[in-house]
């Protein structure tokens, strides 16, 4: 098994530009997540998904928007980016939320200038 | 959103026993309660997580509070592998968003 792959594990965006955040996993695990980490700081949630064609927001949406048309793919659009949005994403998932644990990629460094 | 309260940074002596706490005062009765770290450049990995009894791996112990209001993530002999920022987080089940804090940053003196 992959578990969870992100890509790209890097890009330079200049502001305006869009752009989407490719987040697979092969553990047919139903909760996918994306997080966002800026330097110095904890875990930000953006937004989630409990299961194919059922998304939510996080704490900090704004800026962002995903969809789950399978179990395995859960994809974050930067619709118009913006230096603000310079950070580290990372996606994960789970089987479920209830007592199982959570699995993250390896993260996608994103500037923009 | 029930929220985690931790320290924000810990030192401790290679090879010794860290306790890292975390009070969770809002949690409810089926929330569980997880622990995860984040190690330099890299994404954040499970370390343990438990409901009511302490719990054990090969990683680390759990003990759990008996009103479930705080629990402590013991590293029984720390390395300098173990330097990290480590989340404490409850599992959610009444809504289904998994939020983390700033943790704590432990700082590992060799």
């Known amino acids: 098994n992959a578990g969870v792959t992100q890509t790209p594990k890097f890009q330079v965006l200049k502001t305006g530009q869009s752009m989407t955040l490719q987040c697979a996993q092969d553990?047919?695990?139903?909760?996918m997540s994306w997080y966002r980490q800026d330097p110095g700081m904890g875990l930000r949630l953006i937004h989630y998904?409990?299961?194919?064609?059922?998304?939510d927001q996080g704490e900090v949406p704004n800026g962002y928007n995903v969809s789950r048309s399978t179990t395995e793919d859960f994809p974050l659009r930067l619709l118009s980016a913006a230096p603000s949005q310079t950070s580290v994403y990372f996606c994960?998932?789970?089987?479920?939320?209830?007592?199982?644990?959570?699995?993250f990629g390896s993260g996608t460094q994103l500037s923009v200038l | 959103d029930a929220k985690t309260t931790q320290p924000n940074s810990m030192e401790s002596n290679e090879e010794e026993p860290v306790h890292l706490p975390c009070n969770h005062s809002?949690?409810?009765?089926?929330?569980?309660i997880h622990w995860y770290r984040q190690l330099p450049s890299q994404g954040p990995e499970y370390v343990i997580h438990g409901l009511t009894s302490n719990v054990n791996n090969r990683m680390a112990s759990l003990a759990i509070a008996e009103d479930r209001k705080s629990s402590t993530l013991i590293l029984h002999r720390a390395t300098l592998r173990d330097a990290a920022v480590y989340y404490c987080i409850l599992g959610l089940n009444r809504d289904d968003k998994i939020i983390f804090g700033k943790g704590t940053r432990l700082h590992i003196l060799p």
């Open positions: 998904s409990v299961g194919a064609g059922i998304t």
């Open positions: 809002t949690i409810s009765g089926t929330d569980y």
């Open positions: 553990m047919n695990h139903e909760y």
């Open positions: 994960a998932s789970s089987y479920s939320l209830i007592g199982e644990k959570l699995f």
